[in-house]
């Protein structure tokens, strides 16, 4: 196959006008064009009267091609193999969010059954706790936004653009449009699901396992490991069950503090690594639109936004999982303690946009210190913010505008905030230490010089950001193994992951690794 990029099409035209416009860069009838697919398609909107897609297309062609163009070249999509094994040893894997559950999906292809146990509930059951604890109920600390089938994932914008170039992302991509996603995640530049659609994602993703040989085991934690010589022979499980276990990937998310604290009791290597906290920032979307299109976005997508700034100091701050047309979410694991995310639907059809602002924090900023200092950190802003808000898991909240004069909000203006179960207005300064709440204030007006109305005195800030990634990072070697022979540390949580995508394309790795290790068994 051939591909061909750099194709214009217009924001009004189908994807069938591509065809043409390929056979009119290479200078050949149409008709010598035969099976063709939409690879990479992003917006253009850096001129905003000259708003349109740019897109990328592979296609055969018939007879031979003289035309010699920068943009035209071979075509060969990453064929991604997994091996078969034989093997007595099922391996287990802790944690059914992205990480574990390619990891697992993986491993079931190999035909190596893999147990996968996860704390919280299957997505259905999952969704009914999310819902009744925004509505005024009780937080079920092990099924919750971070805690069940499809992970801190399912509950977020689903988008799975990412930095990585690793070719394992093509069949990431594959995956998720074989499983339920939209086909527009196969080509879309910053392609993204939803949260009402990844919810039946996940549970396409488990029944395949299952159908494999593998099995999912929900409501079960992992509570310790068992280790003898140096080598994992098995895994307790809610205190109370010992699994035989050589081989286990640990894929445990970000938020999993007990299972970290556990791992640091038995003198798993750890160390504390760089992460982010701060805010929510909620515009609405139609100012957003406005600034990133020049007028009202009509048939055009809603506008996203991806911006940085870094402060005379060397104090930096930037935006991160930016959600158009979505809600600021509850997101809190642990009882006491307030956390705030961000989420939207397939459609991105609400009234606000919101997006984390984040500080970048390093382990010398901690107030503590150890491994786990920043665990702490995290958790003390968050026990902070759920007394701030009244005891009742309302978020504190300030506008913009009353931030920047370091005065208490009394409610809002032209934003109304999206969290559920409410806001608390208040004075933010007196929840964020003043590593973060001093860098927000030097940063916003920045901010606002790159994109206009970003610092709009109404927009309004939702408190706190505390799990943007992990805090700690578990060491593993060239091997992907810790110290222990048979535990992989995988994904975000054990801190080589940042996102959906970047996560599912570790669980591969892990699973390669594990596979190698079985083989030798």
Known sequence: MILIRNLRLETGEGHDALPGKAAKKLRIAPERIGEWRLVKKSLDARKKNDIHHVCAVACEVEGKLRVRDKDVS????????????????????????????????????????????????????????????????????????????????????????????????HWVLEQFAAHGAPESVRFDAKPHIGT??????????????????????????????????????????????????????????????????????????????????????????????????????????????????????????????????????????????????????SKRDGENANAALLVTLHPEDFPGEGVLAGMVWQREIERRAFRLGGGNYRAPAQRVGDFLARVPSTGPGAVQPSYRPGVTWCELHELLPERISGVLERAIPALGTKLRGFDDPDAVLTAPETRSSSPVRILRGADLSAAVAGLYPCGEGAGYAGGISSAAVDGMRCAEAVLRFVSQK
């Open 74 to 169: 071979d075509y060969a999509p990453p064929v991604y193999e997994i091996p078969r094994v034989r093997t007595d040893t099922r391996p287990v894997v802790a944690g059914f969010g992205p990480a574990g559950m390619f990891a697992a999906l993986v491993l079931a292809k190999a035909g190596a059954r893999p147990i996968v146990l996860e704390r919280g509930q299957d997505a259905l059951t999952r969704l009914a706790a999310v819902e009744a604890f925004r509505a005024g109920g009780a937080l079920d600390p092990e099924n919750n936004v971070q805690f069940g089938e499809g992970g801190a994932g399912t509950f977020s914008d689903g988008k799975l653009n990412t930095g990585t170039h690793d070719p394992r992302l």
């Open 196 to 345: 009402d659609i990844l919810v039946d994602v996940v549970q396409a993703f488990r029944r395949e396992i299952v159908s494999l040989g593998g099995e999912v085991r929900f409501g079960a934690k992992l509570t310790g490991l068992r280790i003898e010589d140096g080598r994992l022979c098995g895994v307790e499980v809610n205190h109370t069950q010992t699994l035989p276990c050589r081989a286990l990937i640990l894929a445990v998310g970000h938020s999993a503090r007990d299972t970290f604290e556990m791992l640091h009791a038995l003198g798993i290597p750890m160390e504390a690594k760089p992460f982010s906290m701060g805010v929510r920032i909620e515009h609405r979307q139609a100012a957003v639109d406005l600034a990133q299109y020049g007028r009202e976005r009509g048939e055009l997508p809603a506008a996203d936004y991806s911006l940085n700034v870094r402060l005379p100091d060397g104090s930096s701050a930037y935006s991160f999982c930016m959600c158009p047309g979505g809600q600021v979410f509850a997101a809190a694991s642990e009882e006491g303690g307030v956390v705030t995310n961000g989420m939207s639907c």
